[in-house]
């Protein structure tokens, strides 16, 4: 069972990044998906997420209108794709799967209810 992250790289203010998630061992369409970052510094904190099937879609307020979630059952894949990027998304992403159906918007980000976690992909923003 592993999830891979890919997608991450440098690019200035402004640009996009489309970062995918890569399930292997397990077939995502049982299982919500989140995206995760973490800033030099600063705690893991909850980016977007995507509900069993495709089903409901979150973002943290910081990202809303810039960042899309969106699956590909047939590939097994997650995509993040973020656009109008900002030197303070600057971080490490993860993705990480949560075979829990009830989260919703209160509870998306609670880190314990995910229970595979994929390594992380950097990606910094340039002012």
């Known amino acids: 069972v592993q999830l891979q992250a890919s997608g991450g790289g440098l690019v200035q203010a402004g640009g996009s990044l489309r970062l995918s998630c890569a399930a292997s061992?397990?077939?995502?369409?049982?299982?919500?998906l989140g995206w995760f970052r973490q800033a030099p510094g600063k705690e893991r904190e909850g980016v977007s997420y995507?509900?069993?099937?495709?089903?409901?879609?979150y973002y943290a307020d910081s990202v809303k209108g810039r960042f899309t979630i969106s699956g590909d059952n047939a590939g097994n894949t997650v995509y993040l794709q973020m656009d109008s990027l900002k030197p303070e998304d600057t971080a490490v992403y993860y993705c990480?799967?949560?075979?829990?159906?009830?989260?919703?918007?209160?509870?998306?980000?609670?880190?314990?209810?995910?229970?595979?976690w994929g390594q992380g992909t950097l990606v910094t923003v340039s002012s």
């Open positions: 990480a799967a949560s075979g829990e159906s009830l989260l919703d918007d209160s509870t998306w980000t609670d880190q314990s209810e995910y229970d595979y």
């Open positions: 061992g397990f077939a995502l369409d049982y299982y919500a």
């Open positions: 995507i509900g069993v099937g495709g089903g409901a879609t």
